[in-house]
């Protein structure tokens, strides 16, 4: 009799059935496994299996928790993918290896300082506020050349663009737009696709996908 086959296993062959659909290469694709919220008790089976990429929202939580599981696993790649405060700039370059929401010219200049004093330069995408909401964080579409420049004058190594479509509307043309304006902008990143959106992100493009309740289970 065959196991039943994990979260992850689960994940990964929709993944890669969307990739070949797609017509694209499946190392073109990165699943980011969004542990926030899930203590290390949950993580760790993720880890034992070889998944090496993850995404966290919150710098405290990812302070408290990964230290101690990088130990064991040193190769792990960590993300953030929650908003950051300018305030915590040092903390979040000290901890992670790409950050995904710098959306703004004020953290452009925190975290361009905390990489000079680092000495470490983080791969970084830049926020699209894409369905223009006005609760959400991102930086406008307008703005996004903008704040590219801004970055590049700060010698911020931006990789590509990260958007969360709204709510409960079909998430497909933000996608594409998403990928127009990285298109547009020249860069080869497109952070999109969530739990219940990935594949429909594959298919237009993504190259990082976010999941979390796929792999974790519902947040408590
Ligand atoms: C929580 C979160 C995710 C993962 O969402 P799921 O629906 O649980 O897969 C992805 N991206 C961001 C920015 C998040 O905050």
Same mark, same amino acid.
């Given at each position: 009799?065959?196991?039943?086959?994990?979260?992850?296993?689960?994940?990964?062959?929709?993944?890669?059935?969307? +990739?070949?659909?797609? &017509?694209?290469?499946?190392?073109?694709?990165?699943?980011?496994?969004?542990?926030?919220?899930?203590?290390?008790? &949950?993580?760790?089976? =993720?880890? &034992?299996? %070889?998944?090496?990429?993850?995404?966290?929202?919150?710098? #405290?939580?990812? #302070?408290?928790?990964?230290?101690?599981?990088?130990?064991?696993?040193?190769?792990?790649?960590?993300?953030?993918?929650?908003? =950051?405060?300018?305030?915590?700039?040092?903390?979040?370059?000290?901890?992670?290896?790409?950050?995904? !929401?710098?959306?703004?010219? !004020? @953290?452009?200049?925190?975290?361009?300082?905390?990489?000079?004093?680092?000495?470490?330069?983080?791969?970084?995408?830049?926020?699209?506020?894409?369905?223009?909401?006005?609760?959400?964080?991102?930086?406008?579409?307008?703005?996004?050349?903008?704040?590219?420049? &801004?970055?590049?004058?700060?010698?911020?190594?931006?990789?590509?663009?990260? +958007?969360?479509?709204?709510?409960?509307?079909?998430?497909?043309?933000?996608?594409?737009?998403?990928?127009?304006?990285?298109?547009?902008? %020249?860069?080869?990143?497109?952070?999109? %696709?969530?739990? !219940?959106?990935?594949?429909?992100?594959?298919? @237009?493009?993504?190259?990082?996908?976010?999941?979390?309740?796929? =792999?974790?289970?519902?947040? %408590?």
């Amino acid at each position: 009799m065959d196991e039943p086959a994990t979260p992850l296993e689960e994940t990964e062959a929709r993944i890669a059935r969307a +990739c070949k659909i797609a &017509q694209r290469k499946r190392d073109a694709v990165t699943l980011i496994a969004v542990s926030k919220t899930h203590p290390a008790e &949950q993580i760790e089976p =993720l880890l &034992q299996a %070889g998944h090496r990429v993850f995404g966290e929202n919150r710098v #405290q939580e990812a #302070q408290e928790k990964w230290p101690a599981l990088r130990e064991a696993y040193a190769d792990t790649e960590l993300h953030l993918i929650g908003q =950051l405060q300018s305030n915590k700039a040092d903390e979040a370059v000290a901890l992670f290896d790409c950050i995904h !929401s710098l959306d703004r010219s !004020s @953290l452009v200049k925190a975290l361009g300082k905390a990489m000079d004093k680092a000495g470490r330069r983080l791969p970084c995408f830049v926020q699209v506020n894409i369905g223009a909401e006005e609760q959400k964080g991102g930086c406008a579409i307008a703005d996004v050349p903008a704040l590219l420049g &801004q970055a590049r004058a700060a010698d911020i190594p931006v990789v590509g663009l990260m +958007c969360i479509p709204p709510l409960e509307i079909e998430p497909a043309p933000f996608f594409a737009l998403l990928d127009k304006l990285a298109r547009d902008n %020249g860069l080869e990143g497109r952070s999109m %696709g969530m739990s !219940s959106d990935f594949e429909t992100a594959i298919m @237009l493009g993504a190259t990082h996908v976010r999941v979390g309740t796929a =792999l974790f289970g519902k947040r %408590g």
